[in-house]
């Protein structure tokens, strides 16, 4: 993939276009709030960073995501255990490392501007709910209902209706987190930007509305894909 940025390239810009970059910035140290109107050559020289190795580790970035257009197509066809393994590996690590790093962010911005946008703190309340939702919910289905899943797929098995009750919990969850992200979209007018939004809070308003949009692929999988097949 040939990279869509270059050395002259405004830092701001990066951001703007993938919000992820911002991880590899706050790596190097590199303001991309408010000193992000500057070329990355200019960021690289003023802190002596590699620019080679700062080029590459961006481009990681763009490839990462890149990769995360899914044909829909392609699972539909896919045996429980592939899409099982891929709802692991993709939605269920890449939630939980969004949830990392962006969490500093939701934390500074509602500090740093929530007595001027009281919108932020309850944005900072639902965030941090969401979080410790999606952290149990994941680590239920990973623990104990897909290997239960996959057990389910023998038709001797006599506990059926067991697996089956913990499939209705887990959709009554996923109605949970939707509606915290309802109410997260709600409360920020559609991710919509006050005046005096900077860099940073711009960045928590975008990473959050890619988080909605991740999260509903993810439930997605489970309620339209891999659960009609086991009830």
């Not at 023998?154 to 919990?169: A, F, G, K, V």
């Not at 915290?180 to 928590?204: H, K, M, N, W």
């Amino acid at each position: 993939m040939n990279m869509p940025f270059s050395e002259s390239t405004l830092v701001k810009d990066m951001v703007n276009e993938q919000p992820k970059t911002s991880d590899v910035f706050k790596r190097y140290r590199i303001d991309f709030c408010c000193g992000g109107n500057i070329p990355l050559s200019k960021a690289a020289s003023d802190l002596s960073i590699d620019m080679e190795k700062l080029m590459a580790d961006l481009n990681e970035v763009y490839i990462k995501e890149e990769k995360n257009t899914v044909d829909m197509a392609v699972w539909t066809d896919s045996s429980s255990e592939d899409i099982i393994k891929y709802i692991s590996e993709h939605f269920h690590a890449g939630t939980l490392d969004e949830l990392a790093q962006l969490s500093p962010y939701v934390t500074k911005v509602s500090k740093v501007h929530g007595d001027s946008h009281p919108e932020l703190l309850k944005v900072y309340e639902l965030f941090y709910e969401f979080k410790k939702e999606m952290i149990e919910h994941t680590a239920k289905e990973e623990e104990v209902v897909f290997p239960m899943l996959l057990k389910l797929q023998d038709p001797s098995l006599e506990n059926r209706q067991e697996i089956i009750d913990y499939i209705t919990e887990l959709e009554k969850e996923h109605d949970h987190v939707g509606e915290i992200l309802r109410q997260i979209r709600e409360v920020t007018s559609d991710y919509e930007l006050p005046f005096d939004a900077c860099g940073t809070y711009t960045l928590v308003y975008k990473r959050l509305e890619a988080l909605e949009g991740f999260t509903f692929m993810h439930v997605h999988h489970e309620n339209n894909i891999l659960f009609p097949r086991f009830i």
